[in-house]
């Protein structure tokens, strides 16, 4: 093993054991070190400089998205953020770099209201239809899954790393652990959605006690996002909605949502877990139908008399 190979090492049981990182993060941390450290020209740590960095940020934008160059020269400059606070290089290579690249807006995708209540139609009639109980309790599942979803803008990981613990129907709130293993806690405000959640925990409750996550399967496993995902073309299918939905869709209609009827977006940053304001910013560009609402009915030319 080579100097920068062990620093490597080093680093990512730092990150695990004194940072305390998730796994999520971790392996993340992993596939971007493991692949700067094979790709650059030198074996030890010493010998890394600003122009053999520069080479391979250039390399980065052949081959990568914008935002996946980003998070990889972050995860490469947090690696000699420690190695320069460990002693172990005299000069971080990176103060003598300039970073600057133009990341492209992309506007996140929302899924139609109306369609919205056409797919949870459907999971409902699957429901009612159900020939057999094992069916009427994956569907049961399956709507309290996706209420949950919509009813909170919660992430799909968040969604499945929920513990039982962690929602209390009684006072309707939900604990939500988020990125970096930053808490809140959100309320559910619709009286049908808690009933549904209700319902499936009366239903699954041995089920979920057996993996302690609030949503499980018919074994008593953790429901995995995989699961999820599945589960939404399924009923995308069965509906015949030509959109191909995600799990975070429902997440960006959340918030989008919220931003058309006018909620303050300081709220929904909180309730979506952005650490930032200017994260949350992005859905005020989506925010199309309130925007034509407000040039429509305050824009001074509807008074001319031409």
């Known amino acids: 093993m080579n100097n920068l190979q062990q620093h490597q090492n080093n680093y990512l049981d730092y990150c695990r054991n004194q940072k305390r990182l998730d796994s999520k993060t971790l392996k993340a941390y992993r596939i971007d070190l493991t692949q700067f450290v094979s790709c650059i020209p030198v074996n030890d740590i010493a010998e890394i400089t600003p122009d053999i960095l520069e080479h391979y940020i250039a390399g980065l934008h052949e081959t990568y998205r914008p935002k996946t160059v980003k998070r990889k020269i972050a995860s490469v400059k947090a690696f000699f953020h420690y190695l320069e606070y460990k002693g172990h290089i005299d000069r971080n290579p990176f103060h003598r770099l300039e970073i600057k690249f133009r990341e492209p807006v992309i506007l996140p995708k929302t899924i139609p209201l109306h369609t919205v209540e056409i797919f949870l139609s459907t999971i409902y009639s699957c429901r009612r239809d159900a020939k057999t109980s094992y069916q009427r309790r994956n569907a049961l599942r399956d709507a309290a899954v996706i209420e949950m979803l919509f009813a909170t803008g919660m992430r799909i990981s968040e969604l499945c790393s929920l513990k039982v613990d962690d929602v209390n129907l009684y006072d309707r709130s939900i604990l939500i652990y988020g990125k ?18 209700q ?3 009366d239903t699954f409750l041995p089920k979920m006690e057996k993996c302690n996550h609030f949503f499980a399967n018919q074994d008593g496993n953790a429901l995995s996002d995989q699961s999820v995902r599945r589960m939404i073309n399924k009923y995308t299918s069965l509906a015949a909605i030509e959109l191909h939905i995600t799990p975070h869709m429902f997440r960006h209609t959340f918030a989008t949502s ?22 949350t910013e992005i859905y005020t560009h989506v925010a199309m139908s309130k925007q034509r609402d407000i040039l429509t009915t305050k824009h001074p030319r509807k008074d001319f008399q031409i």
């Open 180 to 197: 970096g293993s930053k808490e809140r806690k959100i309320q559910l405000g619709n009286d049908d959605v808690v009933h549904i959640l």
């Open 258 to 279: 919220l931003l058309e009827a006018d909620v303050d977006i300081r709220y929904i940053q909180e309730m979506l877990g952005h650490s930032s304001i200017h994260i």
């Open 199 to 201: 319902e499936y925990k």
